[in-house]
Structure formats: structure tokens, C-alpha cells
């Protein structure tokens, strides 16, 4: 099976940064687009950021010009640096992945991380 684990969420000021860090293990054969969900209180979902495994990035407009995501291939990690914080940021932010498993290696599934929560205080 594989599991995503995401770190570096916390309790930041307004105008402030922080970066998130979501690492896949498991027996993975690809990955192939990975990306960071949010969701607020009272709020649904909502898709923050996509990167391709070729480094193509996708931002929501919300965000866009003050979060940066990356991955490093050979980690099987994805990063969101966020920065110039707003109160409305607040939410848990969930790393997602379409992974194929080495017994399947062509099929992919999309996995979930179990959410990082990030506050930030106005």
C-alpha cells in the first residue's frame, strides 16, 4: 500500500510563510500528477496547486503570485511554499497523488496524505 505523509503545518501570522512537505512511500511503480487540496472551516475542498511529474504547475487563481509548488522525483516528495499568508488561508491542506502500484504498474489510483492543518492569525 502506499501512504503520504505531509509536514510543516503550523500556526503562522498574517504576511507570513510556510512551506508544506508530503512524502509517498509504499511499493510505487509512478507517480504521476501530484497536488495540495485545502479545506477551511464551513468550506468545501477546494484544489490549491497541481504539478506534473515533468514540472508543469497549475495554481487556483486564490493563490496564485504567493504559493509555490515543487516535487523532487527522487524523494517522492511534493512541496507548497506558502507565503505572504492571509487569514483566509486557514485551512487543512491535503497532499494528493495519482499513483500506480509496482503490482500494477500501469493502472494509477490517486492517494491521499492525512492533512496538515495551518492557521493563520489576522
Known amino acids: 500500500q502506499v501512504r503520504l505523509v505531509e509536514s510543516g503545518g503550523g500556526l503562522v501570522q498574517a504576511g507570513g510563510s510556510l512551506r508544506l512537505s508530503c512524502a509517498a512511500s509504499?511499493?510505487?511503480?509512478?507517480?504521476?500528477?501530484m497536488g495540495w487540496y485545502r479545506q477551511a472551516p464551513g468550506k468545501q475542498r477546494e484544489l490549491v496547486a497541481v504539478?506534473?511529474?515533468?514540472?508543469?504547475?497549475t495554481y487556483a487563481d486564490s493563490v496564485k503570485g504567493r504559493f509555490t509548488i515543487s516535487r523532487d522525483n527522487a524523494k517522492n516528495t511534493v512541496y507548497l511554499q506558502l507565503s505572504s499568508l492571509k487569514a483566509e488561508d486557514t485551512a487543512v491542506y491535503y497532499c494528493?497523488?495519482?499513483?500506480?502500484?509496482?503490482?500494477?504498474?500501469?493502472?494509477?489510483?490517486?492517494?491521499w496524505g492525512q492533512g496538515t492543518q495551518v492557521t493563520v492569525s489576522s
Open positions: 504539478i506534473t511529474g515533468g514540472g508543469m504547475t
Open positions: 494528493n497523488a495519482d499513483i500506480s502500484l509496482l503490482w500494477s504498474p500501469s493502472r494509477y489510483v490517486p492517494y
Open positions: 509504499g511499493t510505487i511503480a509512478r507517480i504521476n500528477v
